[in-house]
C-alpha cells in the first residue's frame, strides 16, 4: 500500500528565511513524487516532480524538492521565502496499485510566510 | 488553451437532489479524474478514467457515477445528494503513456448540500 505523510499542518517562516515544507512516503513501486501548491479558491498547480535521475529536483517560482531513498522523504525547500508563497502544499506519490496515473496525496500543509 | 475548465463554480443542493459535474480538457490528454477535497483529508480519488470508454472507481465512489463522454470530457453526477457531499470538487488530466506523468487540475466546484 502507498501512503504520503505530511506531519506538519502548519509552517510558519519569516519573509527572506529558507523554508521547508516536509514529505515522507510508502509506495509498493518506483517512487514517482510531486509538489502541488493550492492558492486560495484555486486548484492544484503542478511544481515539480521527481521521477528518476538526480535528488534534487528544482521546480516552479524557486522551489526544489530532495529525494532520499534512505529516509523515504521528499522534502520541500526554497532559500528564501516570499509572502506571495502563502499557500497550501500537497506531497504525491504515483499509486501503482491501480492504473491510470493516479497520484495519492498527502493531507497538505499550510505554509505562511510572515512579512 | 484553457487547460481544464469546470462547471458550475458553485452549486447549493437540497438533499436528495441529484446534478452533473462537467469537466473538459483540451490537452489532449488520455487520462481524466475526480477528486474531493475536504479539510483535513487532502484530496481523495472519486472516479478516474484511463482512456475514452473506461472509467473506474477511485478511493471514495459512493454515491456517484461518471462518464467519459469523450476524450475531452469527463462528467461526474450525484443521483441523490446528501450531506456529506459537501465538498470542492476538482477535475484533473493527465497524459499517461510518458513522462511528464503530472496532473493538471481545474478551478473546482465548490458544492454544499443542505
Known amino acids: 500500500a502507498q501512503s504520503v505523510a505530511q506531519p506538519e499542518d502548519q509552517v510558519n517562516v519569516a519573509e527572506g528565511n529558507p523554508l521547508t515544507v516536509k514529505c515522507t512516503y510508502s509506495?509498493?513501486?518506483?517512487?514517482?513524487l510531486f509538489w502541488y501548491v493550492q492558492y486560495p479558491n484555486r486548484g492544484l498547480q503542478f511544481l515539480l516532480k521527481y521521477i528518476t535521475g538526480d535528488n534534487l529536483v528544482k521546480g516552479s517560482y524557486g522551489f526544489e524538492a530532495e529525494f532520499n531513498k534512505s529516509q523515504t522523504s521528499f522534502h520541500l525547500k526554497k532559500p528564501s521565502a516570499l509572502v506571495s508563497d502563502s499557500a497550501l502544499y500537497f506531497c504525491a506519490v504515483r499509486d501503482w496499485q491501480t492504473g491510470a496515473n493516479n497520484l495519492f496525496f498527502g493531507t497538505g500543509t499550510r505554509l505562511t510566510v510572515i512579512p | 488553451n484553457a487547460g481544464v475548465t469546470q462547471t458550475p463554480k458553485f452549486q447549493v443542493l437540497k438533499t436528495g437532489q441529484s446534478m452533473t459535474l462537467q469537466c473538459a480538457q483540451d490537452m489532449n490528454h488520455n487520462s481524466m479524474y475526480w477528486y474531493r477535497q475536504d479539510p483535513g483529508m487532502g484530496l481523495r480519488l472519486i472516479y478516474y478514467?484511463?482512456?475514452?470508454?473506461?472509467?473506474d472507481k477511485g478511493e471514495v465512489p459512493n454515491g456517484y457515477n461518471v462518464s467519459r463522454l469523450n476524450k475531452r470530457e469527463f462528467s461526474l453526477r450525484l443521483e441523490s445528494a446528501a450531506p456529506s457531499q459537501t465538498s470542492v470538487y476538482f477535475c484533473a488530466s493527465s497524459e499517461d503513456r510518458a513522462s511528464p506523468y503530472e496532473q493538471y487540475f481545474g478551478p473546482g466546484t465548490r458544492l454544499t448540500v443542505t
Open positions: 478514467s484511463a482512456s475514452e470508454g473506461t472509467t
Open positions: 509506495v509498493s513501486g518506483n517512487p514517482y
